[in-house]
């Protein structure tokens, strides 16, 4: 029986600044949920996640399904249709965030992080990222990261084979690398997976997996998991109780099959 998710996003600004640049975006509707994770300072940053979340859900949710549509990017024959619509979807939302930097001074070099999930039509959930927000997947007790960071961090431990202490060393602080924005062009990352009955998933901003180790994650969704609002709020309180050092956004996302009723 195919499945269908429902889910409760949330952003907070956290305890050390005063601007929260996040974005995020929940249609339960057309089963497609977004965070973006906005950076350049003052107010840019909130600016790029705006223009991402509302360039990417007018592609997925009303753009590709126009009778004449044609393909802003040339699609990539090895992927279906719908991971094709989600690389469009952050590829013009990267444009149109590099184009505004462009032409507005005071906005220059401004970009945003991005998650976007979207079940689709074979029963699965596919995730497309840019940059260090995360999507994890809680099944039978286990959380596992189903996405990997665009961070300089990772750059060493996968391409130079250094073991992650090694990585640390050298690296110190975590740097992203890639991000929507500061290229006129950016390659998205595409992760599937397989859906099961009572399955949860998070989506993320750094401000949540730089303070919140996956541990804790894990033992929240086992405590809270059958209440997603109060799931949701206990994962960004305790990311302020570690120090709410950036902004926090979390969507949660439950798994039921299509017929049954959801008990939130």
């Keep these: 029986m195919p499945h269908r998710l429902i889910a ?34 003052h107010v840019a940053g909130q600016v790029a996640s705006q223009i991402a979340v509302a360039e990417a859900s007018r592609f997925l949710t009303e753009t590709r399904h126009q009778a004449q549509f044609k393909w802003p990017f040339e699609p990539d024959l090895s992927k279906s249709v719908e991971e094709n619509a989600l690389m469009n979807a952050l590829r013009i939302a990267n444009v149109r965030i590099y ?10 070099g401004m970009g945003t992080t991005a998650v976007v999930a979207m079940r689709s039509s074979a029963d ?26 665009d961070s300089l961090l990772n750059h060493l431990i996968y391409k130079l084979k ?21 290229e006129i062009d950016v390659e998205v990352e595409i992760t599937s997976c397989t859906l099961m009955e009572g399955d949860i998933f998070i989506m993320c ?8 180790p996956d541990q804790k994650i894990n033992e929240l969704i086992q405590r809270f998991g059958h209440d997603l609002n109060a799931l949701t709020h206990q994962l960004i309180t305790h990311a302020n109780e570690a120090g709410g050092t950036d902004n926090i956004s979390v969507i949660s996302l439950f798994v039921k099959e299509e017929n049954t009723p959801t008990m939130f």
């Design 8 to 41: 409760v996003g949330h952003s907070d600004v956290g305890r050390a600044r005063q601007v929260n640049e996040d974005s995020f975006w929940v249609h339960n509707g057309q089963q497609v949920w977004m965070i973006a994770d906005g950076m350049g300072g």
């Design 205 to 212: 901003s750094d401000g949540l997996s730089d303070l919140v």
């Design 162 to 182: 250094l073991s992650p202490e090694e990585a640390r060393e050298k690296v110190g602080t975590n740097v992203i690398v890639k991000a929507l924005g500061l």
């Design 124 to 149: 699965e959930l596919l995730i497309a990222t840019v940059g260090d927000s995360r999507c994890y997947r809680y099944r039978r007790g286990q959380l596992v990261q189903l996405t990997v960071d």
């Design 99 to 108: 184009n505004r930097g462009v032409k507005e001074t005071k906005y220059f």
